[in-house]
């Protein structure tokens, strides 16, 4: 039917034309980003960019579900006056990360990010259980996430943070309740603990 | 032209006020339907009405809806008393959102959001908000606005947008700030809103030089804003001219009524809610880092009477995430203060127990994290200040 | 400037608006309709008791300038002709069909129903669409967890049954504007239905059926037309009148 393929036609030109729309797969083991290393079991996914068009470009975001269902969003090396997302939008005014950062300020930053990124006044957002960890020799912090949002499931996550040479690394981990958070949590808190700063090689001279 | 309108008339030429360029029965419009009105049988009329009532139905259920009695049932009371013989066609919501923003359907659904509970200085400025927008109701601009919104050639699509944009709910970063001019009614329809919203507060026995405060707080406001960023759904920006609103208002209801009364009064009623459920209200405010503004309105709620230890908590809260130079000392004043008062929130002590930490303070810090602990035994974050408690000055 | 497929919201309440653009986009463009099957019989007891969640079936008009209008009358019409064919056709396949009252879901019937429209929006992108997922290599393994089996003794089912349904008819005037259109060389959508069921295992949250539609397939506006639509809906569902 022509008007079909004129329809299949414009689909398909509409849909290359944004960057790449493909999911790929994460291999298992150590994965590097910049300094940041994580080692991933299998089963996740790198999300391409049209997806995720708030993430930094230094970011990853992976899902095992789909990305409505649980998301891992790794964001290495934020520097002092950068905020943890982009947007379009300048009177969003996503907080910045500061180098002088105490826990309950990257807590704070966390939660009034994620509330602009559902939209403010579509969803509330707390956190709990801030504790602290020691990823590889650096000392940081983690803590839990509940969001509450309008016509969509509820979300719960874990966050771990911590600051070396003046730069946040972070890595997010948002999934819908029930069960999804159930489901994946084990793993992600496993590779949240695991996250650690490549020690990097000398070159012998 | 009624005889009401006449005499106003008559009275504001011999003031030698200027008369506004509407309609002569601008300031004396009255209702145009009757109470426990139903929409007619006219297509377009039907099929939005079933979507916003769709609305309702997931409203009811909304994570985001704020269930506790004492606020509901103080919010309830006001909406009945400034709607009259409407009292039981309009069903109030109460949402959490830190806009100021108030408004209503051709349903007769209304939505409040805790920011415009959190911008009143006295119940009476409630009540000017509430008559306002029940007058664009039973003057119909509500159901004239769908109406509007489906000329808009924008499309987008799905049926949420559409009753999000209507019911001034508020959508994510960017989303369709375009659409927000579809909120907006036109000047006539607002001039009618702000003066038959007057005369039901005043009906009602609430104070209709309110009605005109409201406008000039929303300027204020606007003022201190340091970035004069939009707020989402901003009443403010689809109720535009303020001044010269507020202008107008003055000079009518003061000479229909008389003068205002030497000060306002925030009344009691108002002052408990506040106090009972301050934490919550006040919370969603500083996630939105607008400083400027909730520095406006922390100031309101301590002229207003609010507890002055929790004021001061969250002046402590603004300064520490506003940051500025001099910010961490004002901020660690008014965390004390707070503290002196009597009422803080035992994270009063744990944020100044953070900002001792930043100022070099460990004894200090230590001393009020112990104080957070003690007076918060089931603190969640336990773990963390236990590891700066063993951990000893650093 | 970015096209509107393009400008995806990253957060997951905007990213099922774009999956929905997109929904329709993929379903107005394939004449055949879209339909795949997982196919889980043998947990399907006799008289299997389906519980038919509050569908999500909604009818537009279309308008010249593309603005969809609801209709209520359509839509009440739909709704209701659905229920009814729904009823039979489970009849007709030796379930019991039991109906969930909208305006008196429980806490968790609400949340199961939000998740349950994040997986099937999930479904039609990342199974459907094209952008699958590469460590499900092909499988179909979506849930909605075992916490569900709550409902199920609730309402002493064995399934759940959502549906979700959009009707958008062409005006007269959109008619019109689209034949311009194509005479100009432009593409526009006419008008489309499109929707999906799922059926939920209830004791164990897993989706077993899952099936999507897309034009063509009837009038739910008309008694005849819901009972096409609901066989075509609920082709190859599983029931267990032995057909082998």
């Known amino acids: 039917m022509k008007k079909t393929a004129v329809l299949l036609a414009l689909a398909a030109a509409l849909i290359s034309a944004c960057a790449t729309m493909s999911y790929q797969s994460v291999l298992p083991g150590v994965n590097t980003l910049g300094e940041l290393q994580v080692t991933a079991d299998a089963g996740w996914n790198l999300a391409p960019a049209y997806a995720t068009p708030n993430a930094t470009s230094k970011s990853q975001t992976w899902t095992r579900d789909g990305l409505l269902l649980d998301r891992l969003i790794i964001i290495p090396a934020v520097a002092d006056g950068e905020a943890l997302f982009k947007s379009r939008d300048p009177a969003a005014a996503l907080p910045p990360f500061r180098a002088s950062m105490l826990p309950n300020e990257i807590e704070e930053m966390t939660e009034s990010t994620i509330v602009k990124l559902f939209g403010e006044g579509s969803a509330v957002v707390s956190t709990e259980n801030l504790r602290p960890w020691g990823f590889a020799e650096h000392r940081g912090v983690m803590f839990d996430i509940a969001v509450t949002v309008t016509e969509s499931p509820d979300y719960r996550g874990m966050v771990g943070a911590f600051i070396v040479g003046d730069k946040l690394y972070m890595i997010l981990f948002l999934a819908a309740t029930p069960y999804y958070y159930d489901k994946h949590i084990a793993s992600v808190e496993a590779l949240i603990k695991g996250a650690a700063i490549r020690v990097p090689t000398v070159p012998t001279a | 032209m009624n005889f009401r309108a006449f005499v106003y008339f008559a009275a504001a030429a011999l003031a030698g006020m200027s008369a506004p360029a509407y309609s002569e029965d601008i300031h004396d419009v009255d209702h145009k339907i009757p109470p426990g009105y139903k929409p007619e049988e006219s297509r377009d009329e039907k099929g939005l009405w079933m979507e916003i009532e769709e609305y309702e139905l997931a409203l009811n259920k909304s994570a985001l809806l704020v269930r506790d009695p004492e606020i509901n049932n103080y919010l309830q009371s006001v909406v009945c008393r400034v709607a009259g013989d409407y009292c039981s066609d309009v069903r109030v919501y109460l949402v959490r959102n830190p806009g100021f923003n108030a408004s209503m359907t051709a349903t007769g659904m209304m939505q409040v959001w805790t920011g415009l509970l959190v911008r009143a200085s006295s119940t009476d400025e409630l009540a000017a908000v509430i008559g306002h927008e029940i007058a664009h109701y039973t003057r119909l601009h509500t159901l004239e606005r769908l109406r509007k919104l489906k000329s808009m050639a924008a499309r987008g699509s799905i049926f949420d947008l559409g009753v999000a944009i209507l019911t001034g709910y508020s959508t994510p970063i960017g989303q369709a700030s375009a659409m927000l001019n579809v909120l907006a009614f036109n000047r006539e329809q607002e001039s009618e809103a702000d003066f038959l919203g007057a005369r039901l507060v005043a009906e009602a026995g609430y104070d209709p030089h309110a009605a005109y405060r409201v406008w000039e707080k929303i300027i204020a406001e606007e003022k201190a804003a340091i970035d004069k960023r939009p707020e989402p759904g901003i009443f403010s920006k689809t109720h535009p001219d303020a001044g010269v609103r507020a202008a107008e208002l003055k000079a009518w209801v003061s000479d229909k009524w008389g003068p205002p009364d030497q000060e306002e009064t925030a009344d009691e009623a108002l002052v408990t809610v506040m106090n009972n459920h301050y934490l919550f209200l006040m919370e969603d405010m500083i996630d939105t880092n607008r400083f400027g503004r909730t520095e406006e309105l922390l100031k309101r709620h301590a002229a207003m009477g609010v507890n002055p230890s929790l004021v001061r908590y969250f002046y402590g809260e603004m300064f520490r995430q506003r940051g500025a130079d001099g910010d961490t000392e004002l901020a660690m004043a008014a965390y004390r203060h707070s503290i002196e008062g009597g009422a803080a929130p035992p994270e009063a002590y744990k944020n100044l127990g953070y900002l001792y930490l930043k100022t070099d303070n460990p004894a200090s810090a230590q001393e009020s994290f112990r104080d957070y602990l003690a007076r918060n035994p089931d603190a969640s974050d336990r773990a963390m200040i236990e590891f700066y408690l063993e951990e000893g000055p650093q | ?244």
């Open chain 3, 1 to 244: 400037m970015q096209h509107p497929i393009c400008k995806a919201r990253g957060n997951p309440a905007g990213s099922r608006l774009f999956f929905t653009t997109v929904l329709a986009m993929l379903i107005s463009a394939c004449a055949p309709m879209n339909v795949k099957q997982v196919d889980r019989l043998t947990t399907v007891e006799e008289h299997p008791r389906i519980l038919l969640m509050p569908p999500d079936i909604r009818y537009y008009l279309l308008t010249a300038g593309g603005v969809p209008e609801p209709n209520a009358e359509w839509t009440e019409a739909a709704q209701t002709n659905f229920t009814e064919a729904v009823t039979d056709y489970a009849a007709s396949i030796g379930s019991d069909l039991k109906l969930a009252d909208k305006t008196n879901l429980s806490q968790a019937e609400i949340d199961y129903e939000e998740l349950h429209s994040a997986v099937g929006f999930t479904i039609l992108s990342n199974y459907f669409g094209s952008a699958p997922l590469p460590s499900k290599n092909g499988q179909f393994d979506w849930s909605l967890g075992p916490g569900i089996s709550a409902i199920g003794e609730d309402h002493d089912a064995d399934y759940a049954l959502y549906v979700y349904y959009r009707d958008y008819q062409a005006s007269g005037g959109r008619i019109a504007f689209a034949v311009l259109a194509a005479a100009a060389g432009a593409a526009t959508s006419v008008g489309s239905e499109s929707g999906f069921a799922s059926l939920i295992d209830l004791r164990t949250g897993d989706v077993v059926w899952f099936n999507v539609v897309s034009s063509g397939s009837g009038e739910l506006r008309k008694k005849e037309g819901a009972a096409a639509v609901v066989r075509t809906l609920f082709k190859d569902i599983p029931t267990n009148t032995a057909v082998e």
